[in-house]
């Protein structure tokens, strides 16, 4: 809207100060406990700090002496919005070292939990973008329809947040008997609301002004830096892991690859980022659909559950497509039946770190919503 | 209609009637202020398919009530390091320079508690005392974040002012007075002699009919922005200066702050139903008419502005403290200028 102009000024004649300005760790919108160390020239961010650990929790250290089926509920801890898509590649992980193979049901029950808690995790993105924009009305609409989402979660599972759902081999209990048909309705009104909430929020012409040609990151940068999910795929980059390496049998399913095209503004911006987001609902719409017509009903989901995990020596590295990027898990056995090592790629941890680069020079409100497109959760950077 | 305030004439130009002038409005708001914040809560509750609050009382209507108990017992806290003073004085002065709006207000033909002919100029020169409160609170609170919004707020309601006030000077042009009482006077007689339409006139008010549409709509999005409501919030912006300049006051005087924010709410929507939308005369002509009439139609065209308001804040996003800028400065302020120049031909030419 306007280009700022470079004023001829000799600055090194008035003596000021930057401004050193603590957001965080309790403030509204650092969405968790993050701490940025962050410098203010007036209102203009010279450079930005971010400070983690505040969660910290030794995941990995803890890993080391757990079984390996023990591991599943602090994995769950680490991204805890998403948990059934942490869950996955660290299951798949354990299956690959233990050569295991499970049944066909239970590939169909995990591709349709994820893409479900992987909408529930956009939601959030997309609501807490909107309420760092100030929008406050999206974001009840969006935690309504997850909470849909999560009924299904509690009523298959138990939990409605760490749910310890996926086990090694299979699952820990089967679906309930109305589990498709409660799906395929989410599916409806996740749907619907994505209509009101481009009318209400996307294409609302504030928000396009707050959030176009913002926190820029280009394509290069973004892989540089390891960038990936929506991050990646907002700069133009269309890498997504189910389809470039596809695990479990997302091979099996059609959907699309939706990446930021600089609609409103430049490609990469803070707007690309939750587009994609928001198309990215939709295609894991399609997902399930397709699933919940493929899905055997017969099966048993346990059958494949082996009595005492204990891999052979050797080591494997799995990586799946988590909804705030890839998540990828590197576990050495020693033949025991605990992991030696447990390591966590997180991509909340990668992709923050790219936020000094692309918030320097911006506003201090526009720092705000860069970090809110980032989509970070902090139990997934400390771990 | 005659206008004159019914206490002078009941107890003569006393002290007694300057008193019941003054407490009148007082009592107004505090009731007022009770219901638009139930109105705050029930609205945004509805917009966003909640219930909004349902314990306190039938359909919790008593919680605005509850409310301000609670706030009445919360501990006063005073940061280390604040500059006491000011910091102590500055919920009040905000309060003071919004209350004092209320002194011109007309609410009926027969009641206004000071009838003096340059009350809209009154209005928005006690208006601007605000702005010396929330820098007052800013500053002293020894905090950056609210350093930051007072900042802000002092630069967007000067900003602000300025396109609201030449909407003011326009509809001065067209009313030949700045007496509140005058000018809805001259807009009695039905909905087609607002100021809104073009105001009393013949048909050749069909020519700026387009620009006082326009200059209402000015009116409204600044007075938006001088009430620091969405989506101009930028002083208080939750998501970045976590309150803005009040994140440092707790108790009564946050409450003071709230007040104020209501009053200035009720204020900026009586100032536009006044010159705008005929104050506190029917929109039907002699229909529903009358003195008692006239508290009616004032407050109901007040209060459908303040729930604009409240419709606004819940529906948009907010806006960039740049973006404020460049609204207010090029793009309200030369229509505002168009505006008043054509008017003022008219007003030459007619």
């Known amino acids: ?71 599943i509920p602090y994995v769950d801890r680490m991204d805890y919005i998403s948990s059934m898509n942490n869950e996955l590649p660290y299951v798949i992980a354990v299956e690959k070292l233990l050569g295991l193979k499970v049944p066909e049901k239970v590939e169909y029950i995990r591709v349709i939990m994820a893409e479900l808690n992987r909408i529930a995790n956009h939601q959030i993105a997309i609501a807490t973008f909107g309420l760092d924009a100030g929008a406050f009305t999206p974001f009840l609409y969006l935690f309504r329809d997850r909470e849909y989402i999560l009924w299904i979660f509690e009523k298959a ?16 209990n089967d679906v309930y008997p109305t589990f498709k048909e409660d799906v395929l309705n989410i599916v409806k009104q996740v749907r619907k609301t994505n209509k009101d909430i481009e009318e209400l929020l996307i294409y609302n012409k504030i928000f396009i002004d707050r959030t176009a040609n913002i926190g820029v990151l280009p394509a290069d940068v973004a892989i540089n830096y390891g960038c990936s999910g929506p991050m990646l795929r907002g700069s133009g980059v269309p890498f997504d892991l189910r389809k470039a390496e596809p695990y479990s049998i997302y091979d099996r399913f059609d959907f699309e690859i939706p990446v930021g095209k600089g609609e409103v503004g430049t490609v990469g911006d803070c707007w690309d980022r939750n587009i994609v987001r928001m198309r990215e609902i939709e295609q894991s719409c399609r997902i399930i659909e397709q699933a919940i017509a493929q899905m055997p009903d017969t099966g048993d989901v346990q059958s494949a559950i082996p009595k ?76 | 209609m005659e206008t004159f305030n019914v206490f002078d004439v009941l107890l003569g130009n006393n002290f007694l009637s300057a008193l019941i002038s003054v407490v009148l409005p007082l009592v107004f708001l505090v009731i007022y202020a009770l219901i638009a914040i139930l109105g705050e809560l029930k609205i945004s509750a509805w917009i966003q398919e909640r219930l909004g609050p349902m314990r306190t009382g039938p359909y919790g209507i008593l919680q605005p009530l509850a409310e301000v108990i609670k706030l009445i017992q919360k501990e006063d806290i005073v940061p280390a390091g604040a500059n006491k003073l000011l910091f102590n004085l500055a919920p009040y002065i905000i309060f003071a320079g919004s209350f004092a709006g209320f002194a011109v207000i007309p609410f009926t033909a027969a009641f206004v508690p000071a009838e003096i002919n340059i009350g809209l100029f009154y209005v928005f020169a006690v208006g601007a005392f605000a702005v010396i409160g929330i820098v007052m609170g800013g500053w002293a609170s020894n905090n950056k974040y609210s350093l930051l919004g007072a900042m802000r707020s002092a630069s967007q309601m000067i900003s602000y002012e300025i396109p609201g006030a030449l909407v003011i000077l326009s509809a001065a042009v067209l009313a030949n007075t700045l007496d509140m009482q005058k000018i809805t006077s001259l807009q009695e007689g039905g909905f087609w002699n607002w100021f809104l339409f073009g105001g009393p006139g013949g048909f050749s008010k069909i020519w700026i009919l387009p620009f006082t549409l326009l200059l209402s709509l ?55 139903s006044i010159v705008f939308l005929g104050g506190w005369t029917s929109p039907f002509g002699s229909f529903m008419s009358g003195y008692w009439w006239g508290i009616f139609w004032f407050v109901s065209k007040a209060m459908f502005i303040v729930f604009i308001q409240i419709w606004l804040r819940w529906t948009l996003p907010r806006v960039r403290v740049d973006q404020l800028m460049y609204l207010g400065w090029k793009i309200l302020l030369p229509f505002a200028l168009v505006c008043f120049v054509i008017i003022s031909l008219y007003r030459i030419i007619y």
């Open chain 2, 218 to 272: 000015i009116y409204m999005i600044a007075s938006l922005a001088e009430t620091n409501r969405t989506p101009f919030d930028i002083p208080e912006g939750e998501s970045e200066l976590v309150a803005g300049y009040h994140t440092e006051y707790s108790g009564m005087k946050f409450a003071m702050f709230f007040f104020a924010e209501y009053s200035n709410m009720f204020i900026v929507a009586a100032i536009l």
């Open chain 1, 308 to 383: 005492k995990v204990r891999p052979p020596k050797g080591e494997v590295y799995f990586r799946c497509e988590n909804p705030k990027g890839e998540l990828g898990f590197y576990i050495i056995s020693d033949g025991k039946d605990k992991p030696y090592r447990v390591k966590g790629r997180a991509p909340s941890f990668v992709n923050l770190s790219v936020l000094p680069e692309i918030s320097r020079g911006y506003l201090f409100a526009d720092l705000i919503v860069i970090l809110g497109s980032i989509d970070i959760v902090l139990g997934e950077i400390d771990r």
């Open chain 1, 1 to 71: 809207m306007t280009t700022r102009k470079i004023l001829d000024i000799d600055f090194s004649r008035i003596d000021t100060d930057r401004m050193r300005l603590n957001v965080g760790p309790q403030h509204p919108s650092t969405h968790g406990v993050l701490r940025l160390e962050v410098e203010l020239d007036g209102e203009v961010v010279t450079n930005v700090i971010p400070h983690i650990g505040y969660l910290h929790r030794c995941f990995e250290k803890i890993a080391e002496n757990m079984n390996y089926q023990q591991v």
């Open chain 1, 157 to 172: 599972t138990g939990g409605r947040l760490l749910f310890n759902y996926f086990w090694v081999g299979g699952l820990a």
